[in-house]
């Protein structure tokens, strides 16, 4: 036996010190102390003085033992691999044996100890561990049972997979059954560690767990009405897995479910009912949903409406009682939330959609009023839950909704009134319908509302209104546009700065739904966002930012006069000079930029260059970075590589916006050698966007982009790949503008692509956009190269037809169509088995140009007559009516 690990009484003294001095607030003795920490790293047993402190050290604080177990942790997750032998089993063996500590704290410690050793793949290598600490749960001492059990959750919670493999020889098919006897324990400690434990492995179905399934079940709903939160809390939250694991199970007891966790929504506890009203939200996406619940909504309904109101801890920390004007007050740095770029994708538009604009429903509709309060509460729980649910019953709803409404909406109140209008809003999708018949009473009052004195009333207000404001655009403009956008434009200066927040996403929506309507107010709006500029901090700059390049979308090239851009570049430019290159506000200012310069058109050619340039260089500084940190990377960071795709973004907008005009700033440019390191890098986001840029500089100016055809189109061959639908649709869009570019010189590269092209549009639950660019480039590339292209046809006919009859008479459209009718003059027999889609596609056309239309005509009757009269009648009497009448109208057949 070796003799056992003794530490150096001054080598203790030293690191107590260390331990003492790191709990001092003041930051340049944290420094120091962390530097001191890092050196004493060096010596090996410097960990054994570590865990000595934390396991034997009983005379010293619990604080300072605590820490150093943390610190302890920190260094096992850093350089575990490094410790020797000795020290690691020292440590190993500490921590088994101190798991009983009398203290809570140092318990909790030494359990935070053992899951980081598991988690660093030691669970294999430490055998014992598992049945050790099952075996301690037997134990008769209290401490040894709940520290055994802490330490057990903790491994559930980080190795849940692990445990559930081969490599561990099962584990579970013994602790499983072990857990569910603690279900009954007379701790509730004890029992809240129990099924916190086993509720790691409902979602992942593991089979340990499946087998005990109903035991399982009983027991939960033995401990139903259990007297310690914390217990009714991991009951609820093991019933919301159920639902969507094993609703087999639960469907024959409901009835009685859904009672308990009514009960449980309005349960004291905040945390216990914030975890019961997920279950509706679970609930509203099950098939289920409507045969079980619909008896109980009328019961429902108020208990949610009843958690949408602000609670009073809320009101306190949203200062909702004082009147807040606190426009001047900078904004605290770490409550602004990093934003996400979303690269370009490219896209078609569709019959009966407004131009250009891609609907995205997933940004600002979130019921995502309060960032200062902890983010999941539960009033947005309760709200997010009768949002999915007015989605499931639709106007059935209303029946219990609208009295509670009525009363909620002009109460004296203003709590209960606020509640009322976020109901107003929560519903506003599912129940649209519905409500059109109060609306032309509800808007007015809504609009009211904006200029209530409470800010918290005026915030929702402008969320609520956001959500129907595409029943407000619906309306003559004077009814309630008009009025809805002046007081929107009002609110957006308000003086308190979450008004302003709100105001400013509820006008980006407006703007979405209005498009073209808000033309004749241009002038008035710009002067309103132009004038916030001045007056916003940090925070709502940025989604300012996203109010202006949303308003450019909507208007397009309405923007383009000199009054309107005399107005908004001035301020624009003066923020990208202010902010310098490394500046995260970048992002949304040059998405706001790219958005402007497409409008505008040769109305952003005085502000262009400097733009450019910049964009340019971002691109540059960043590859560079990028081939430093690869070199070497312990001497160079790693750099943030969206800085360069946003920039890249910005390029294409300039390219778009600008045309042929931005060849004088390509030519003396290196952008092509930029794009071409870009189009292979390792970041899928990166060759997106330089797709998207290859794809407008070929439409912008050729003459650049030629002369590096040969390096692009095998970069190209290779990113069509469906696994990346963004990278994949952007490289395919590029493909078919070089196509129509290159004309019969793409001879050479169209072997390189056309076999992934055909294998993507024959592919199941492939995204209809990917589908109709893929079905685009294919008739573009069979437009220039039909001698290649054609052979093929009988292999793509069919999808290529029913992927393009739903969009939108265009250029690209056009171009498609003119190839597949070259390579049918080609290869007739392509066709053939797939001759009623091509007639159906055909058909799908408004108006196509003379020449193209001739085409169509040429290829219906040529295959009239080669069938005859008879075959033909027969063929075409499978037609539905409209096709066959819009057949004979058009072309006569």
């Not at 004195?453 to 209104?465: E, G, H, N, P, Y």
């Not at 005085?606 to 500084?621: A, D, F, G, H, S």
């Not at 054609?790 to 992927?803: D, E, H, V, Y």
Request: charged share 25%; proline share 5%.
């Amino acid at each position: 036996m070796e003799c056992e690990w003794k530490p150096d009484e001054q080598g203790l003294q030293q690191i107590l010190q260390l331990l003492k001095e790191s709990q001092s607030p003041d930051t340049s003795t944290q420094r120091s102390v962390q530097q001191r920490l890092e050196h004493l790293n060096q010596y090996p047993d410097f960990n054994n003085y570590l865990i000595f402190v934390l396991t034997k050290l009983k005379s010293e604080d619990e604080p300072t033992r605590s820490l150093s177990g943390l610190i302890l942790k920190n260094n096992v997750k850093a350089h575990y691999q490094n410790f020797p032998n000795g020290v690691s089993d020292f440590i190993k063996s500490e921590c088994l044996q101190n798991i009983g500590d009398s203290s809570p704290l140092i318990r909790a410690t030494v359990g935070i100890l053992i899951t980081t050793i598991a988690s660093k793949g030691e669970l294999q290598n430490w055998p014992e561990l598992l049945p050790k600490l099952c075996l301690l749960l037997d134990s008769d001492d209290y401490n040894t049972c709940e520290g055994a059990f802490g330490a057990l959750q903790k491994i559930c919670e980080d190795s849940a997979e692990v445990l559930d493999s081969d490599v561990l020889d099962r584990p579970l098919n013994v602790m499983i059954p072990k857990f569910l006897q603690f279900f009954k324990h007379s701790s509730p400690k004890i029992r809240s560690h129990a099924i916190a434990c086993v509720n790691q492995f409902i979602i992942s179905r593991t089979q340990a767990l499946m087998l005990h399934i109903d035991g399982f079940i009983e027991n939960l709903f033995a401990l139903a009405t259990d007297e310690e939160p914390e217990v009714r809390k991991n009951v609820c939250r093991a019933l919301v897995m159920l639902l969507e694991v094993r609703m087999d199970r639960l469907l024959p007891h409901m009835h009685s479910i859904i009672e308990y966790m009514l009960q449980r929504t309005q349960d004291q506890d905040e945390n216990v009912a914030l975890e019961a009203c997920e279950f509706w939200l679970t609930l509203a996406e099950q098939p289920v949903c409507k045969d079980v619940l619909c008896n109980h909504l009328s019961k429902l309904t108020p208990v949610l409406v009843n958690g949408m109101k602000y609670s009073e801890i809320d009101i306190i920390l949203l200062k909702g009682d004082v009147e807040e004007d606190d426009e001047a007050i900078p904004d605290n740095e770490q409550d602004i939330r990093p934003r996400f770029h979303r690269s370009r994708t490219v896209a078609q538009q569709h019959e009966g959609e407004r131009d250009g604009i891609e609907e995205d429903d997933d940004e600002d509709d979130d019921l995502d009023d309060d960032d200062t309060i902890s983010d999941w509460n539960l009033r947005k729980c309760s709200a997010a839950a009768l949002d999915v649910l007015a989605n499931v019953f639709r106007d059935d709803l209303l029946l219990p909704i609208l009295p509670l409404l009525k009363e909620l909406l002009f109460h004296p109140e203003w709590v209960i009134k606020e509640s009322g209008i976020l109901v107003l809003g929560a519903i506003a999708e599912g129940c649209m319908q519905g409500m059109i018949t109060y609306l032309p009473e509800l808007i007015p009052h809504l609009v009211q509302c904006l200029s209530d004195k409470k800010a918290l009333v005026r915030s929702i207000t402008c969320w609520t209104l956001s959500r129907y404001a595409h029943w407000v655009v619906s309306q003559p403009p004077d009814t309630y546009l008009k009025p809805l956008m002046t007081e929107l434009l009002k609110r957006i200066l308000d003086s308190n700065k979450r008004v302003q927040e709100a105001a400013c996403s509820a006008f980006a929506t407006l703007e979405e739904e209005a498009c073209t309507e808000l033309v004749p107010y241009l002038a008035y709006i710009l002067d309103t966002l132009v004038f916030a500029f001045s007056k916003y901090q940090h925070k709502n700059l940025l989604i300012l930012y996203d109010a202006i390049g949303t308003l450019a979308d909507s208007v397009g090239h309405h923007l383009n006069k000199p009054e309107y851009i005399q107005m908004l570049m001035p301020p624009l430019i003066a923020k990208w000079n202010q902010l310098k290159d490394e500046d995260k506000d970048l992002f949304p200012l040059l998405e706001c930029l790219s958005s402007v310069a497409t409008a505008l058109q040769s109305g952003f050619l005085p502000y262009c260059e400097p733009v450019y340039q910049r964009c340019v260089n971002l691109v540059q500084k960043t590859l560079a970075q990028a081939m430093l940190h690869q070199s070497q990377p312990d001497q160079y960071e790693a750099p943030d590589k969206d800085f360069m795709i946003v920039a890249l973004d910005l390029l294409s907008g300039l390219a778009e916006g600008l045309g042929g005009n931005i060849e004088q700033l390509v030519a003396p440019s290196n952008i092509l050698t930029l794009m071409y390191q870009c189009m292979q890098d390792k970041m899928p986001e990166v060759r997106q966007s330089s797709f998207a840029l290859l794809g407008d500089l070929t439409k912008a100016c050729f003459q650049h982009v030629k002369p590096c055809i040969a390096d692009f189109m095998p970069i190209l061959g290779t990113n069509l790949n469906p696994e990346l639908i963004s990278v994949c649709n952007n490289a395919t869009w590029a493909i078919g503008e070089i196509s129509i570019q290159m004309g019969a010189e793409m001879q050479p590269y169209v072997a390189m692509v056309l076999h992934q092209l055909v294998e993507i549009i024959n592919r199941p639950n492939t995204p209809k956009t990917l589908l109709e660019n893929t079905a685009i480039t294919i008739g573009r590339l069979g437009y220039v190269c039909p001698q290649e292209v054609a052979p093929m046809l009988q292999q793509f006919i069919r999808p290529w037809c029913t992927s393009l009859r739903n969009i939108r008479d265009n250029e690209e459209k056009d171009s498609a169509f003119r190839g597949i009718c070259t390579m049918i003059s080609v290869n007739p027999g392509g066709v053939v088995q797939d001759f009623i889609f091509f007639c159906d596609a055909v058909a799908s056309w408004v108006n196509p140009k003379d020449d193209l239309r001739d085409m169509f005509g040429k290829i219906l009757h040529g295959f009239k007559n080669q069938v005859g009269e008879e075959n033909w009648r027969r063929f075409s009497d499978q037609f539905p009516l409209p096709l066959k009448e819009r057949l004979a109208a058009f072309y006569g057949v």
